[in-house]
């Protein structure tokens, strides 16, 4: 079982900038794929970007050049970096981690509000 915890957002202005933080606690860490996604009011969850556990990362079109995702596994954290931030990426903000498609683990969220 692993626990994670999810933290950074908050309310900032457009053009802003705000780091999420991901933990995962009770695990091995490394091993799993570390992905961000999120979920506006009345809208599906989408994806944001994800980490592999080789270090590879993507993420989506919509945040390319804003967004960046990184891993330090010796601190069992996925950060991603929110800069050049727009009203549209207003929602909440998940981390999931996954293992062979057979562990996974969601956290509960964090808020970020880009206001206009």
């Known amino acids: 079982q692993v626990h994670v915890v999810e933290s950074g957002g908050g309310l900032v202005q457009s053009g802003g900038s705000l780091r999420l933080s991901c933990v995962g606690h009770?695990?091995?860490?490394?091993?799993?794929?570390v992905g961000w996604y999120r979920q506006a009011p009345g809208q599906q969850r989408e994806l944001v970007a994800t980490v592999t556990s080789g270090g590879s990362s993507i993420v989506v079109d919509s945040v390319k050049g804003r967004f960046t995702i990184s891993r330090d596994n010796a601190k069992n954290t996925v950060y991603l970096q929110m800069n050049s931030l727009k009203p549209e990426d207003t929602a909440l903000y998940y981390c999931?981690?996954?293992?062979?498609?057979?562990?996974?683990?969601w956290g509960q969220g964090t808020q970020v509000t880009v206001s206009s």
């Open positions: 999931n981690l996954k293992f062979l498609n057979t562990y996974d683990y």
């Open positions: 009770g695990s091995i860490f490394k091993i799993y794929t």
